[in-house]
């Protein structure tokens, strides 16, 4: 089985930074594809980036384009997702994800942390 804990979410004013960190444990990630979501009040959970295992292709959603860089430390057993230039917008809870897959469907992943709150305002 494996564990995923989020950490990194806080409090951020509009253009700030914030990095988040996807710790597993358990098992080895390195099989794995890890994926980024977020999930706002109200609405549906939605892709924010994902990376492959081998950390050679990653996707991000056009909102996050330019702004977000996914990479893994594979060795640590951690993703990381450094966010910039953050906007109002990209408040929500972010999960991270494993599964043997690609991309931003939801259910194709087998593992998820309990997510870690992201706020971006003034």
């Known amino acids: 089985q494996l564990q995923l804990v989020e950490s990194g979410g806080g409090l951020v004013q509009p253009g700030g930074s914030l990095r988040l960190s996807c710790t597993a444990s358990?098992?080895?990630?390195?099989?794995?594809?890890i994926g980024w979501f977020r999930q706002a009040p109200g609405k549906e959970r939605e892709g924010v980036s994902c990376i492959s295992s081998s950390g050679g292709s990653t996707k991000y959603a056009d909102s996050v384009k330019g702004r977000f860089t996914i990479s893994r430390d594979n060795a640590k057993n951690t993703v990381y997702l450094q966010m910039n230039s953050l906007k109002p917008e990209d408040t929500g809870v972010y999960y991270c994800t494993a599964g043997h897959t690609y991309g931003f469907t939801k259910n194709e992943y087998e593992y998820w942390g309990q997510g870690t709150q992201v706020t971006v305002s003034s």
């Open positions: 358990g098992r080895t990630v390195q099989s794995y594809t």
